[in-house]
């Protein structure tokens, strides 16, 4: 991913040390592009850049150069075949943002 969603990713950390919450730099990154960055590719900053400004830890980083519609296919088998996800609570969602319009509305009638 590259320019908006990466930078989002990336500046969760800074801008959440920006408001004085202490969290730790992402622990590990996989990015995947066709892009290169020797032409000025990558729509902003490499794994390896952003580790400079402390949002990346270069311990577990990975460039991977590939097409995605190729890559992602291969990572969401690898993770359903590992079986990690049978081990994880259930979210309903729905019930998640009913509570939250709930809880809006309230706030809304106090007013």
């Not at 990154?29 to 830890?57: F, M, N, P, Y």
């Not at 991977?64 to 979210?91: F, N, Q, S």
């Not at 943002?97 to 706030?107: F, G, I, P, R, W």
């Amino acid at each position: 991913m590259g320019g908006v969603p990466k930078n989002f990713a990336q500046d969760t950390v800074v801008a959440a040390e920006a408001l004085g919450a202490e969290i730790p730099m992402h622990k590990y990154a996989v990015q995947i592009t066709v892009a290169d960055v020797r032409d000025g590719a990558l729509s902003g900053s490499t794994l390896k850049e952003a580790s400079s400004w402390g949002k990346v830890s270069t311990a577990l980083e990975q460039m991977v150069y590939g097409e995605c519609t190729t890559l992602i296919p291969l990572i969401i088998g690898y993770g359903y075949h590992k079986g990690a996800w049978k081990k994880r609570k259930a979210t309903n969602y729905v019930k998640f943002l009913q509570d939250l319009d709930a809880k809006s509305a309230k706030k809304a009638a106090k007013k």
